[in-house]
């Protein structure tokens, strides 16, 4: 049976499938392509932590997030420094602060 995927995954993906005995379909994406499955694939990640959260979910986002960096070339130290101004400016989430409303005066 043909199941299809349509998805971004790890590298080594397609070589388990082949070693397992069944095979795959894929293509290695390109430039523009690859920015888009990137987002949809952080989001998809996302979601399934937020059901249920696990260490091996969140190494899975960990390493899509580097690849984010990687693909739209950023600097990780000026990410790095981005994240200590940000925790200067505004805190951190440690504080579990949730905010319920502004009330601007008007």
Known sequence: MKVEYNKLVRDKIPQIIKDSGRTCEYKVLGDSEIKDALKEKLIEKAQIFSNK???DELSDIY???NAIVETYDYEP???DYLK????ENKGTYSNRVYLISVDDGQ
């Open 77 to 79: 130290l000026h990410i």
């Open 63 to 65: 390493e899509l997030l």
């Open 84 to 87: 200590l101004q940000n925790k």
């Open 53 to 55: 959260p696990s260490e």
